[in-house]
């Protein structure tokens, strides 16, 4: 996990980041979350700052009316995360629970490749997708639940996969980094270490990788074409691992969405540009907001 603390400037005083410990289970990974927010307030405090709110980000479904989290890779099912954070830091200290892609697209929203616009897209391509929506000059939450376009159906017939949601056809099955992966692997009977090993096949003109990644352009395109038929976003950001291949995944982003629209508004689609920090920076930029909002 990646933590840190945060001025008010937005200026990073400590940064660092920690083991989860996912196989030792649900228990020990809030433990550890647990552990890890209250060292960092022990640190600010012997270091002369004063902690004024605490963010945190998880992945999966977080309830905002309850405070409980869902999310398989932690094997959290209904932890009531929130009430948790709440007991270990203490009734004086504000604390915010939100989604980590959410913050990551509100930190590039306030920072980052979506500062200025009013209607934008985060939608970074790691092991999942989710998105954050940035609609008429704020983050979209949904209670907790909006966003997760990884999880709408564009693959359909017999080539539509399980997906890890127990929906088929989502676009995670195609356009993950680890679903391309898998997918390269299944077709050539080669097994590699990740996407960017298919993307180095790809760069060597390997067939397979490029079967696997016109798949995946083509799912790709069909999500931004919905989301800019539905939200009219004027700038989209790419971010998560594959974004690693710039424009060659970004090139043919752009001209397959030209390509396929006809009376919408054309949104810019760029590269996300604060990386793995986003939702670290994400967390703490909305537990300011938070504090401003107090006073
Ligand atoms: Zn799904």
Known sequence: MKCGL????????????????????GRAVLHALLETV???????????HRVRAVGVVVPGIIDAET?????????????PVLAELRAAVGPDQQVILAHDVRAGGYAEFRQGALRGTTNSLFLPLG???????????????GDGY??????????????AELCACGQRGCLETVASAAALARRYGVRSGKSVDGAREVLE?????DPDAKAVWDEALAVLVDALVLYTTLVAPTRIAIGGGLVGAGETLLAPLREGVHARLTFQREPEIVAAVLGEEAGCLGAALMAWDLVSGEQ
């Not at 001025?7 to 030792?24: I, Q």
Request: hydrophobic share 45%; aromatic share 2%.
């Open 38 to 48: 209250v060292e960092l307030e022990q640190k600010a405090s012997a270091e002369g």
């Open 201 to 205: 096949l790809l760069a060597a003109g």
């Open 127 to 141: 092991t999942g997708i989710a998105a954050a929506m940035v609609v008429d000059g704020s983050l979209v939450s």
């Open 67 to 79: 405070g409980t989290v869902g999310a398989e890779n932690l094997a959290w099912v209904g932890t």
């Open 146 to 159: 909006a966003g997760e376009l990884g999880h709408t159906r564009f693959v359909h017939g017999d080539d």
């Open 6 to 25: 945060v001025a008010a400037d937005g200026a990073v005083v400590h940064r660092e980041t920690r083991p989860t410990p996912r196989d030792a289970g």
